[in-house]
Nanobody, 126 residues
């Protein structure tokens, strides 16, 4: 499975961005998916997760209400809609996939995922 993240950029505080993660090389609907982010000197941090069918989602407390994770299994793509962005949201955002997902499963640890995208930088200016 190969993952390609895109959509990062520079935005002012309060603004919005939508990240995309395009998957190839596997059956997308069998993959549990997630978004993580990382800043220099810190561990990769869980942001959001979505189950194989897209019905179930969950978020870290820091982004709940402001971010929305979704997926389009017909397009082999996952999204992260980010609204009301804050300077503390500045990070490299990574999409991740697990081939070991059960149908309703959500996965929160980086170690749960076998496949990672290359990361896309989101910078929020104050």
């Amino acid at each position: 499975v190969q993952l390609q993240a895109s959509g990062g950029g520079l935005v002012q505080a309060g603004g919005s961005l939508r990240l995309s993660c395009a998957a190839s090389g596997g059956r997308f609907s069998n993959l549990g998916m997630g978004w993580f982010r990382q800043t220099p000197g810190k561990e990769r941090e869980f942001v959001a997760a979505i189950n194989r069918g897209g019905r179930f989602t969950d978020y870290s407390d820091s982004v709940k209400v402001r971010f929305t994770i979704s997926r389009d299994n017909a397009k082999n793509t996952m999204y992260l809609e980010m609204n009301s962005l804050k300077p503390e949201d500045t990070a490299v955002y990574y999409c991740a996939a697990t081939a070991r997902a059960i149908l309703s499963g959500l996965y929160y640890r980086a170690s749960d995922y076998q496949y990672w995208g290359q990361g896309t930088l989101v910078t929020v200016s104050s």
